[in-house]
């Protein structure tokens, strides 16, 4: 089994940056960021294949967040520039057994324990 662990999550004011990381134990193909607001379903954030060359982002971040990966250190990142109060969220990152970056929760098989970001207006 796959652990991965988030980090880099904090509070930020609005139009700032923040850089979330998630480190997994072992390797996996499919990575995603996911985000859980109080009161709300999980909703997809950005995904990215193993080879880093596909990616996929929600219209939302579209233009703001870029996620990256490093297969050697079996790392991957969320850039998340230009945040917005409606950004204010627990991230999760979420990795795959296959390689195709999914925007549905149901095709990740790990998942991490959420990192707090919080975004004042």
């Known amino acids: 089994q796959v652990q991965l662990v988030e980090s880099g999550g904090g509070l930020v004011q609005a139009g700032g940056s923040l850089r979330l990381s998630c480190v997994a134990s072992g390797r996996t193909y499919g990575m995603g960021w996911f985000r859980q607001a109080p009161g709300k379903e999980r909703e997809f954030v950005a995904a990215?294949?193993?080879?880093?060359?596909?990616?996929n982002y929600s219209d939302s971040v579209k233009g703001r967040f870029t996620i990256s990966r490093d297969n050697a250190k079996n790392t991957v990142w969320l850039q998340m520039n230009s945040l917005k109060p409606e950004d204010t969220a627990v991230y999760y990152c979420?990795?795959?057994?296959?390689?195709?970056?999914?925007?549905?929760?149901?095709?990740?098989?790990?998942w991490g324990q959420g990192t707090q970001v919080t975004v004042s207006s």
């Open positions: 979420a990795g795959r057994r296959a390689s195709y970056p999914y925007s549905q929760i149901r095709y990740y098989d790990y």
């Open positions: 990215i294949g193993w080879s880093g060359s596909s990616r």
